[in-house]
């Protein structure tokens, strides 16, 4: 490889529906160690990876009709911390050292987050991935990964998404859509452009920690955006 990469610390964001592949729903190994090569990849250059999970495979709080929604959302923590575990085994299996931490206490499947535990893993050369969002409803993944990103001190917040960066409007409806190469928080926050929640976003600005969306279609995004190259669109 012998490529120096440009960010030392990275807070990684996988949709969830990214590890269903074209099953859309549960999960696919196949797509799920194609990622961990990548992964493995960022790791070998020196690269400190953290990881959150979205839950999108498997339940979507948003469309889980009349229930209450501080319990549909305690579901959808469940299934982030499904796919972390799931994530964890692609990982191990290409001979990375992981560790799950989890915002929801439960010490026998992987260990409570605590920040200073993850910093000595990523010194470690550990892959941390971290599950059930922020263990508080009402708060989506993405806003758990700005958190995160911001705790451990991350150079960049990757979102790898079905989408090759962010659009003036959804790209799958419309062919008119304009891809944006570089934008601003406050344009992404005024245009209302859909990145991710205004809470997230927020965060990212507040923490100065820029975004790069990109797409995870092609799974050597992930090494290749480590590196530096010019993919999707950066907010900054």
């Known amino acids: 490889m012998g490529q ?135 708060f989506s993944t993405d806003t758990a990964a700005a958190l995160r990103a911001a705790e451990i001190e991350a150079d960049i917040f990757f979102k790898a998404t079905m989408v090759d960066g962010v659009y003036d409007k959804d790209p799958k409806k419309y062919d008119d859509a304009v891809k944006f190469n570089e934008l601003t928080f406050d344009e992404v926050l005024a245009k209302g452009l859909h990145v991710m929640d205004a809470t997230a976003a927020a965060m990212c600005r507040d923490n100065k920690i820029p975004i790069l969306v990109f797409d995870l279609s092609r799974p050597d995004n992930i090494y290749d955006a480590c590196m530096g190259a010019e993919l999707g669109t950066i907010v900054r």
């Open 4 to 138: 120096t990469p440009k960010y030392k610390r990275i807070l990684l964001k996988l949709s969830g529906e990214a590890l269903a592949g074209e099953k859309k729903t549960g999960l696919d190994f196949d797509v799920i160690g194609e990622f961990a090569k990548s992964i493995k990849k960022c790791v070998d250059a020196g690269v400190q990876v953290g990881i959150v999970v979205g839950g999108g495979n498997y339940w979507r709080g948003r469309s889980s009709g009349a229930m209450d929604r501080t319990r549909a959302d305690h579901i959808g923590m469940l299934a982030t911390c499904m796919n972390s575990l799931a994530v964890a085994d692609g990982l191990e299996n290409v001979g990375l050292e992981v560790r799950v931490q989890t915002a929801i206490t439960m010490p026998q499947i992987a260990e409570p987050y605590i920040r200073n535990r993850a910093m000595r893993h990523f010194e470690k050369g550990r892959v941390c991935i971290f599950g059930c969002g922020t263990g508080s409803p009402f």
